[in-house]
């Protein structure tokens, strides 16, 4: 594990519980900044900047969500890879469990079992 995170841990970990509940609280509007913040922590363990959150917005948006299917496939191929890159154990399940929340539309629970990836990160 890295002595020190590229991102700061009061940045990139963060509540499953408050992160479900606000997302459902506010319509899915907390979760777009949820999303946000995963990407924003990805791409600091990654040291590039490979997931863009504009982007994944409008191309969600004009492709009416396909793109954001592929994009949580994508996150969670990107947490694996930090995950063994870290000597940490990495579920090569994950991008499929991540792709098959989305598609029957439960992205919350995508949200959170990617959370709760990158909140091993910090352990």
């Not at 499953?16 to 924003?40: D, E, F, R, S």
């Not at 004009?62 to 154990?89: F, P, S, W």
Request: proline share 2%; glycine share 8%.
């Amino acid at each position: 594990m890295l002595n020190q995170y590229p991102d700061p841990e009061s940045e990139g970990r963060r509540s499953l519980v408050v992160g479900i509940l606000l997302t459902l609280i506010t319509c899915g509007i907390y979760g777009l900044y949820w999303q946000y913040k995963q990407m924003a922590t990805l791409n600091a363990w990654l040291r590039r900047d490979e997931y863009s959150f504009w982007l994944w917005l409008l191309l969600s948006f004009i492709t009416c969500g396909i793109y954001g299917i592929y994009y949580e496939y994508k996150m969670a191929h990107g947490i694996n890879r930090v995950q063994t890159d870290n000597d940490l154990v990495a579920d090569s399940n994950l991008p499929i469990i991540c792709v098959l929340l989305a598609i029957f539309g439960i992205g919350v629970a995508s949200l959170a079992i990617q959370q709760h990836q990158i909140n091993r990160l910090y352990s």
